[in-house]
Each structure stands twice: as structure tokens, then as C-alpha cells.
């Protein structure tokens, strides 16, 4: 790896909740960061046991996707689409004008002009997943609610797609909500549409199968 994050286990004590995040989101389609625990040794000193994950990176991109052109956005700390993300990976030029176009569909008021321009820049369906996934996994430190812990991927011929970061802390709250309305603006503008609201709820029974075996997790 050319790339990759340390995680001291400060907000997960049992080491295992981003080895939880990667299974469950890749079973599902949705690219996610491998991780594997790693003894951490720095300048002599002997930190201990820490959780390494994968680096968001063109090799990551390249292993994950048809083609690994495109621009990598890194979604900082409670910041959605309204402010100036950080373009990790990509040689188009640095407007975020892909941003851009999604953030305007997302907040087209007519309801059948923001449902042709949300699904001509976002895959809708692998965000539906994406959705439902971090959800089901009580990820309230995500995107969907909290605008927190993500990466977009907008391929140079493509769609975004959302891709889950910072997933150390899940399945924390056995009531969390799957249907309530969620803060991130791309989440809330896809739930606007009705037959989108449908496919969320097919979306959960779909990927429900990942979640029937707790001790396989």
C-alpha cells in the first residue's frame, strides 16, 4: 500500500467495528477499504495494537472500479456538498464542477427536473445501498447523519458514488432509525422522490440476508 490510516481504537475498543464495515459493504457491492490489525512500533517506542485500513488512492480506485479516472473528493469533517471538499486523486480540472452539477440537481424544486438530473450524475441505485447499509449498521457518524466519515468517487465518464469512511464506531444504538429522514443533502433530495423511497426500502430487504447471521460477523 502507498496509502493507508492508523486507527488507535480511542472510539472502538473492540478493534473490530471497521473490519465489520469493510465485510458487510463489500458483500454488498458497495468498495470499501480492507483493514487488518497491525503492532505499531514508532521511533522505538512501542505504541501497541491499532487497526489499519486501506488508503483512499488511485490504487485503491484502480482495484475497485473500471477505470480509476475520475476525481476522488474527501467528504472533512461535517461538510457536505455546499462547501469546498477535498480533491484527493484526479487530473480534470480542480472547479468541482461534477459537484457542482450534483449539488444543483439535488436542490432542483421541480420534482421531475431533480429526479432526471440527480440520476444523471449519481448512480442512485449503489447510493440507495450505500444508504441503507450505513444505516442498518447504526454508522451515525456517516454521511446520511451526520455529512461526516466519507470519500465520492465521480468517474470521468460516470456517475458518484459514495464510497464509507470512518466506520468505527457502529451498531452502538440497537434502535437506531433506518426510515427517518436523514441530514446529508444528496440523501435527503433522493428521498424526496417516491419511487426512490420505494427502491431505499427494497434496498434494506435486499442486503437484510448480510445481517441474519450476527455470529458470521
Known sequence: LAKFHLNNGAQDPTYLNEFVAAEVFQAAGIPAPRAMHARVHLNGRDLGAYVLKEGYDKRFLRDRFPSPDGNLYDGG?????????EKDEGKDPDDRADLAALLAACREPE???ARAAIA?????????????????LGHWDGYCMNRNNYRIFVPTSGRAVFLPHGADQLLGDAKAPILDEPIGIVAVAVLRDAAWQAEYRRQIQAVLPLFTKPERL
Open 77 to 85: 469533517f461535517c461538510t457536505d456538498l455546499d462547501t469546498d471538499l
Open 111 to 113: 420534482p421531475a427536473k
Open 120 to 136: 444523471a450524475h449519481l448512480d442512485v441505485e449503489a447510493f440507495l445501498r450505500f444508504m441503507a447499509l450505513e444505516r442498518m
